[in-house]
């Protein structure tokens, strides 16, 4: 799931604990964030403190290729544009999904506050709207794999069917627009996706023997 987060550096020395990248957390909810709450989390900070939201990863490892394309047109579909799949040396597929509107703001630095209170208010107002679209890309990703597992299921019933689809799987931009490829994309999250302008493709790294 998505969070919003406060964060502050350490440096991991002179008895400091190193906590999770070197960072300790001030604040983590998964709901909607309150000024106030923030506020109160600064107070804590003695060094560099930063306003972060992470939106929804997933990784997935896949048996076949076919599969992980499978996912990775729903997660297109789904509005998750910087979905991948990386396939290892070994033949290791897995399948990202994730998408680009994450937010990460310093707020503090050596200890002084740099913003005002009014701008926090603003930063979270963003935080949280971020975090509404993030929980409807995750609704829409769930209905749209329904759909997909479904499809599946009638072409694996007939196998002409299941020939035609994969010779016609495509990784272009355009079949956002193609409403007759899925019928879990209504007319506004095809709008939306159109605004869109994250790259689509296949992401492929080959990975040391030892991977």
């Not at 400091?16 to 109160?40: A, G, M, R, S, Y």
């Not at 003695?46 to 599969?67: I, S």
């Not at 630095?109 to 509404?132: P, R, S």
């Not at 010779?167 to 994309?185: L, P, V």
Request: one cysteine or more; proline letters at 2%; aromatic letters at 8%.
């Amino acid at each position: 799931m998505d969070r919003i987060a406060e964060f502050r550096k350490w440096k991991g020395i002179n008895g400091f604990e190193v906590q999770k990248q070197n960072c300790c957390w001030l604040l983590v909810t998964h709901k909607p964030c309150v000024k106030d709450d923030v506020i109160v989390a600064l107070k804590k900070a003695n060094g560099d403190a930063t306003l972060k939201f992470e939106p929804f990863v997933l990784h997935v490892q896949c048996r076949q290729l076919q599969d992980a394309q499978i996912l990775h047109s729903v997660a297109i579909d789904s509005g998750f544009r910087n979905s991948g799949i990386t396939v290892g040396k070994r033949g290791k597929t897995m399948l990202a999904v994730r998408s680009t509107h994450g937010l990460e703001v310093p707020l503090i630095h050596k200890g002084k506050l740099m913003v005002t209170e009014e701008y926090i208010d603003f930063l979270l107002n963003v935080a949280n709207q971020k975090m509404e679209e993030n929980k409807k890309r995750i609704e829409r990703f769930y209905n749209c794999l329904q759909h997909a597992l479904e499809r599946e299921t009638m072409t694996n019933l007939h196998p002409k069917i299941k020939e035609k689809n994969n010779s016609s799987y495509t990784y272009k931009k355009q079949r956002n627009q193609e409403k007759a490829r899925s019928q879990c994309i209504t007319k506004e999250n095809v709008k939306e996706l159109e605004n869109d302008d994250d790259d689509v493709g296949i992401n492929i790294t080959i990975f040391p023997e030892d991977y």
